[in-house]
């Protein structure tokens, strides 16, 4: 059965308003998420420390992202740090934060791990369980709260 050019148009501005419509609803503003785990130390993998990170979701797909620096014992905001605005787009399954050519990190929407890619390393940061979705109004109270849990656990396994 032959579609006559009137049908046609109407499958096509059908197709074109539901993905639309899908793509409105992948504005994120509003949500965080907040990720901490005790990892190997940069420079040298028998010294753990911990590694704590949050993503700020604003509007126009842009993001802020925080990080612990256990050196100075504060919570910092890269966007001011490195000088470097954060951006990302969304799918139906991962979340993809850009920041530098070249440089992405690669969010799955379902169990929350977090990978790393640049052209010359693919590394999982943060595995499943290790992040938590949060309101955006409470991301910092959310970090000092992880930052404690992580830190006594460290602790905890310390035997002086």
């Given at each position: 059965?032959?579609?006559?050019?009137?049908?046609k148009?109407v499958?096509?501005?059908?197709?074109?308003?539901?993905s639309?419509n899908?793509?409105?609803?992948?504005?994120?503003?509003?949500k965080s998420?907040?990720c901490g785990a005790?990892?190997p130390d940069?420079?040298?993998?028998k010294?753990?420390?911990?590694?704590?990170?949050?993503?700020?979701?604003?509007?126009?797909?842009?993001?802020?992202?925080f990080?612990?620096?256990s050196e100075?014992?504060?919570i910092k905001?890269s966007?001011?740090?490195?000088n470097?605005?954060?951006f990302?787009?969304t799918d139906?399954?991962k979340?993809?934060?850009?920041y530098?050519?070249?440089?992405?990190?690669?969010?799955?929407?379902?169990?929350l791990?977090?990978?790393?890619?640049?052209?010359?390393?693919?590394?999982?940061?943060?595995?499943?369980?290790?992040?938590?979705?949060?309101?955006?109004?409470?991301?910092?109270?959310e970090?000092?709260?992880?930052i404690i849990?992580?830190?006594?656990?460290i602790r905890?396994?310390?035997q002086?």
């Amino acid at each position: 059965m032959a579609l006559t050019i009137k049908m046609k148009f109407v499958i096509f501005v059908i197709v074109i308003l539901l993905s639309l419509n899908i793509k409105a609803q992948e504005d994120l503003s509003g949500k965080s998420i907040v990720c901490g785990a005790i990892q190997p130390d940069f420079f040298d993998n028998k010294i753990k420390i911990a590694r704590i990170e949050a993503f700020e979701f604003l509007t126009n797909n842009k993001l802020k992202e925080f990080f612990y620096s256990s050196e100075e014992d504060s919570i910092k905001l890269s966007n001011k740090q490195f000088n470097r605005d954060y951006f990302y787009e969304t799918d139906l399954s991962k979340i993809i934060i850009y920041y530098e050519i070249g440089n992405s990190q690669i969010i799955n929407r379902e169990t929350l791990e977090i990978t790393y890619v640049s052209e010359k390393l693919t590394k999982v940061q943060f595995k499943q369980g290790d992040c938590r979705v949060v309101k955006s109004e409470n991301v910092i109270n959310e970090m000092k709260k992880t930052i404690i849990e992580i830190v006594n656990e460290i602790r905890g396994k310390n035997q002086l």
